[in-house]
């Protein structure tokens, strides 16, 4: 398993890997939207939870059909199936990879884009605290949707459209713990669901994503 | 162990390609599988992969005794020889990538991306990853595909040296490898006579 994740992280990192695209979009969406929406402090100030939230959870599904396709592709994933890790344990640790290289960063860089969408004072924390518990909840319901549509070519389409709706529970949550972090009120309530989100689909997703990678590649 | 196969019928795409099919296997022997394009070959090889369910029928070696080796090789363009090798010897917790890549003579290019290697390169490469696999029944299906005559002879050998180490291959293929030893099954005869699946909504939890 080790093998695989270091495999997985060494493919991310080396040309065309797809490292930084989801963090480039992220700074996009919080340079741009200042930009848009007008310079006015007090109104950045309302809409930067919903923003970082937003523009994390869209970078993170940039990446998603990467997850699986690639090795589908070059027949890596019929070589997986039938190796000694269980499918499970593949899933859980391509899950896991696509965290590191998407989620760490974008959780590690939201500060400094909150700065620029003049987030609150104490928002900060709870930025990070929310993204820090909700992204993995993002890349394992992503390898999830991703391993539904394995095997099907610009499968990207299907996979957003199958992804979001389960996102949404994990955004609302998240960018509510942040709007109540940056209000100075109790956050945790929202921050509490947002973890027992991310521990069910820890729990449950593997599975089902590994059934459905069994099924797509009859 | 020996790999006995028993009234096995497999499917693709709900369609069933072949029934009947028996035949068995003992440590040490190869069996060359042929047949027409289509005939369900690389279904046959799939199913005892344990990638897809059979129909009817029984396999009696469990999956984690084969190792399958297809078309697509599994390499990743931007890992090194080495790399490639060292990945599938790691998944299957044995070592042995040095003698691998000297026994398909890799060595001279351990350090080169698998993206600037030949299409006869990567294939030797692929069927590398055999040798770091461990698992007694290889399960080939055209191994050869891209492979020029001294190569054949080299995968060959290696063939024949994996057998006598009481090793057990099952080689679906056009091209005669030179394995003389090796039994020849045609799947012609084992051809299903009612080809139109059973189909219906339960096919969807099969």
Not at chain 1, 97 to 118: D, F, S
Request: charged residues 15%; hydrophobic residues 55%; proline residues 5%.
């Amino acid at each position: 398993m080790r093998a695989l994740l270091l495999r997985d992280l060494r493919l991310a990192f080396r040309a065309g890997g797809g490292f930084g695209l989801g963090l480039a979009f992220f700074l996009l969406v919080a340079v741009l939207v200042p930009l848009g929406v007008g310079p006015e402090p007090a109104t950045l100030a309302k809409i930067a939870p919903g923003i970082l939230w937003v523009g994390a959870l869209l970078a993170c599904l940039l990446s998603l059909d990467r997850i699986f396709a690639l090795d589908f592709e070059d027949g890596s994933l019929d070589l997986l199936a039938t190796s000694p890790i269980p499918l499970e344990g593949v899933v859980a640790v391509k899950a896991f990879a696509h965290w590191l290289v998407t989620g760490l960063p974008l959780t590690l860089v939201a500060p400094v884009l909150g700065v620029l969408l003049n987030l609150p004072g104490p928002g900060y924390l709870w930025l990070v605290a929310s993204l820090a518990a909700g992204t993995p909840a993002l890349s394992v319901i992503g390898a999830f949707g991703a391993a539904l549509t394995v095997g099907i070519k610009r499968g990207g389409l299907l996979l957003s459209l199958l992804v979001l709706p389960l996102y949404v529970p994990t955004l609302i949550f998240g960018a509510e713990v942040v709007k109540r972090g940056a209000a100075g009120a109790e956050v945790s309530v929202p921050l509490l669901l947002l973890a027992g989100i991310t521990a069910g689909a820890l729990a449950l997703l593997p599975f089902a994503a590994a059934a459905a990678i069994r099924v797509n590649l009859r | 162990m020996e790999l006995v196969v028993d009234k096995l019928a497999v499917a693709r795409g709900g369609v069933t390609l072949l029934e009947g099919v028996s035949f068995a296997l003992a440590p040490g022997r190869a069996l060359i599988l042929r047949g027409p394009n289509g005939v369900g070959k690389t279904t046959l090889l799939r199913t005892l992969a344990g990638l897809q369910p059979a129909v009817a029928g029984r396999v009696s070696a469990p999956p984690e005794s084969l190792t399958y080796a297809a078309h697509a090789d599994g390499l990743k363009a931007v890992l090194t020889v080495e790399e490639n090798l060292g990945f599938w010897a790691a998944i299957h917790g044995v070592g042995g990538v040095g003698d691998a890549m000297a026994r398909m003579n890799l060595l001279d290019l351990r350090d080169r991306r698998a993206a600037n290697l030949s299409a006869g390169q990567k294939r030797r490469l692929g069927l590398a990853r055999l040798l770091v696999t461990g698992r007694p029944i290889w399960v080939l299906d055209e191994p050869t595909v891209s492979l020029d005559v001294a190569s054949v002879a080299l995968f060959a050998g290696v063939v024949r040296g994996h057998l006598a180490q009481g090793g057990m291959a099952l080689i679906a293929t056009h091209i005669d490898l030179g394995l003389d030893e090796a039994a020849v099954l045609d799947l012609a005869p084992f051809k299903a006579r009612v080809t139109v699946g059973s189909g219906g909504f339960d096919e969807a939890f099969a």
